[in-house]
């Protein structure tokens, strides 16, 4: 199952407005990546965080990765409909170093 | 420098049949992992490849198998399919030796399979 649980499953978003997606593992994690898919798309590389209580941002985007290293959060400000698509959360996990697990994703919609 | 190329991007097969799909990483990725991607299970791991060994694997049916050549390039292949396999086969390459380093992983388009 799912190592690495995210909320909400759904985020609906007036154009303007700010939202956060959370992510949540039930173990330490050594590093957390997020990536983007657009509808009809792949998904794309968007940030990885490493550090304990680390934030980084990308113009509109802000990622923090909580001190214990178990839960991260990606902020969205002043979502515009460039935004719209799944954002997924992905963190190693298990015993063996070569798995990836990756969040249920948070699928965007944005109301123009 | 060309990305993660997928083939076929589309295919059709009936249950019972084997299906076999390519991946192309990106020159010089040697970590090579194949993905699943449904509506209702979301992105799940295949299995991963790293200068053709076969690292790890995920909780899929021995019907799931793949391979790695010299050159990098994976091939995974489904026999006796079921309807359920229906789904976004995703590729993904990356320079990672481990997934603890943490190297971003450049997914290809995909290959859509539908079992009729």
């Known amino acids: 199952g799912q190592q690495v649980m995210q909320i909400p499953q759904y985020q609906h978003v007036q154009e303007g407005e700010d939202f956060t997606t959370y992510c949540n593992s039930s173990t330490t994690l050594s590093n957390i990546q997020w990536y983007k898919q657009r509808p009809g798309g792949h998904p794309v590389f968007l940030i990885q965080?490493?550090?304990?209580?680390e934030v980084k941002k990308q113009k509109r985007l802000t990622f923090q990765f909580g001190e214990a290293k178990k839960n991260s959060s990606l902020h969205i400000t002043a979502t515009q409909t460039t935004d719209v698509g799944t954002y997924f959360c992905a963190g190693p996990w298990g015993s063996n170093d070569y798995k990836l697990s990756f969040g249920a994703g948070t699928t965007v919609t944005v109301r123009a | 420098k060309a990305g993660v190329t997928q083939t076929p991007r589309y295919l059709i097969k009936t249950r019972g049949q084997q299906v076999t799909l390519s991946c192309s990483p990106i020159s010089g990725h040697r970590s090579v992992s194949w993905y699943q991607q449904t509506p209702g299970q979301g992105l799940q791991f295949l299995f991963e490849?790293?200068?053709?060994?076969?690292?790890n694997k995920g909780n899929f049916p021995g019907r799931f198998s793949g391979r790695q050549f010299s050159n990098s390039r994976s091939e995974m292949n489904v026999s006796t399919l079921e309807l359920g396999d229906s789904a976004l086969y995703l590729c993904?390459?990356?320079?990672?030796?481990?997934?603890?380093?943490?190297?971003?992983?450049?997914f290809g388009p995909g290959t859509r399979l539908t079992v009729t």
């Open positions: 993904a390459s990356s320079l990672a030796v481990n997934s603890r380093e943490g190297h971003e992983q450049y």
């Open positions: 490849y790293f200068s053709e060994t076969q690292r």
């Open positions: 965080l490493v550090k304990s209580g």
